[in-house]
């Protein structure tokens, strides 16, 4: 009963919108160009909050299409807002714009060479995650839009938004910032859509998750203060390193043993242990840091205050102090259940419904989060694997790679969904 009941939800969202604006041409023609502003775009990669010369290339692409653009939101992120010929609704559609350091090792034509300062050390520059694509396919899909303006039902807000992978330190930045700035606001959006290309996941195929997709990111510091003492008589110091070592240890039972994993999954990582100088010396002090990855409130508010109670009871135990410091650096990515149910039917017909593929939550985080958390969103993964592939590579790594095929597609679903919504009744 509970599919029957679906699938006539399901029916009746079709039978409302139609069978969407018949597009297709405007698909093919905008193809080219989106490919070769990706190609730009990631031969010209540039860090979070440097993003000038590509909000200049979006900024200029838009005001081209007569949109109305504001530059300089949150640092570089730039905001374009266009209004249909009737009136309604107000959607917002995102692409993050910032890429990473990390220096690419394919052999492309549009390979990156580019390389920046990144804390004090130089770095290659490298779109490790996608954000070229996404940044092409959101120009595209507002060509698109602006060619069509007698189909749009409300006003379309697109989002480019910088220092997606996190501000410079003492900087604000990201969707956060974003946020703080308005920019929902002036219009009020009622929903916002967002994508990620996936080097695992074939052309072709759309996966997707109602409820909590992405994981709460948040990062930790955790300070161990010991005494020193030369490293052939332990007995007169507090060693900081065995301190730090017990304390590793302990958070990990906080996972596979408070942690009811059935529910959702959760993860405790330390990325960096920084202590002592020489071999034969045993240091005063210890630093560690490293990231929780949480997917239900419940879960992130208890692993926040076990952290906090286990590292300064462990120290205490072995004869020293230490304190954890933990900081927010994404919410939960959480899909609205009622638009997801409401725009599934949207992706079956532009995708195929074999190829719209329900997944499990991940670990990975999105700032895409702060928007969701003030309106209703829905963000999905747009396959970016070249079909047949014996071996694709991660996200944030440099041989990370896309197949410029799957971006069509991606224009397609973000021009239907903003359609579609517009037009629901």
């Not at 005494?227 to 052939?232: A, D």
């Amino acid at each position: 009963m509970k599919k029957l009941c679906f699938s006539l939800a399901g029916l009746f969202t079709i039978l409302c919108y139609g069978q969407g604006p018949k597009l297709d041409k405007d698909y093919e023609k905008i193809e080219s160009k989106v490919i070769e502003w990706r190609h730009d775009i990631h031969q010209n990669p540039e860090l979070s909050n440097r993003e000038f010369k590509t909000a200049e290339k979006i900024a200029k692409h838009l005001k081209s299409l007569g949109i109305a653009v504001q530059t300089g939101v949150a640092h570089t992120g730039v905001v374009g807002v266009l209004k249909g010929n009737n009136p309604g609704k107000v959607v917002a559609l995102r692409a993050d714009i910032d890429a990473l350091p990390v220096t690419e090792r394919n052999d492309l034509p549009f390979k990156s060479e580019v390389t920046s300062e990144f804390l004090g050390e130089q770095v290659g520059v490298m779109h490790a995650c996608g954000h070229d694509t996404h940044t092409a396919i959101l120009m595209g899909v507002a060509e698109v839009l602006a060619n069509n303006k007698d189909k749009i039902n409300g006003t379309v807000k697109f989002i480019f938004q910088p220092a997606e992978e996190g501000p410079p330190p003492g900087e604000e930045g990201g969707a956060l910032l974003m946020v703080k700035e308005g920019v929902l606001k002036s219009p009020d959006v009622d929903a916002i859509f967002g994508l990620h290309i996936n080097s695992e996941t074939p052309v072709g195929v759309i996966r997707y998750k109602a409820g909590g997709t992405m994981a709460a990111a948040q990062s930790f510091t955790i300070k161990v203060k010991g005494k020193q003492s030369h490293g052939s008589q332990p007995w007169s110091g507090v060693d900081p390193i065995l301190i730090s070592a017990k304390i590793i240890d302990g958070l990990q039972t906080i996972i596979s043993r408070e942690s009811e994993l059935t529910n959702e999954a959760a993860v405790i990582t330390v990325g960096k242990i920084k202590s002592g100088v020489r071999f034969n010396i045993i240091p005063e002090s210890a630093e560690m840091i490293g990231t929780i990855r949480t997917l239900d409130y419940g879960m992130k508010d208890h692993i926040n205050k076990r952290m906090k109670e286990m590292v300064a009871t462990i120290a205490k135990v072995y004869g020293g102090e230490a304190t954890c410091e933990i900081k927010d650096a994404t919410d939960i990515t959480y899909n609205d259940p009622k638009l997801v149910d409401q725009m599934l039917p949207t992706l079956n017909r532009v995708a195929g419904s074999d190829n719209v593929q329900l997944q499990k939550a991940i670990t990975g985080a999105e700032d895409f989060s702060y928007f969701q958390r003030e309106v209703p969103g829905f963000f999905f993964f747009l396959g970016g694997m070249t079909p047949g592939t014996k071996e694709s590579f991660p996200h944030h790594t440099p041989d990370f790679l896309i197949d410029d095929a799957g971006m069509q597609l991606g224009v397609k679903a973000m021009t239907e969904l903003t359609l579609d919504y517009l037009s629901a009744k």
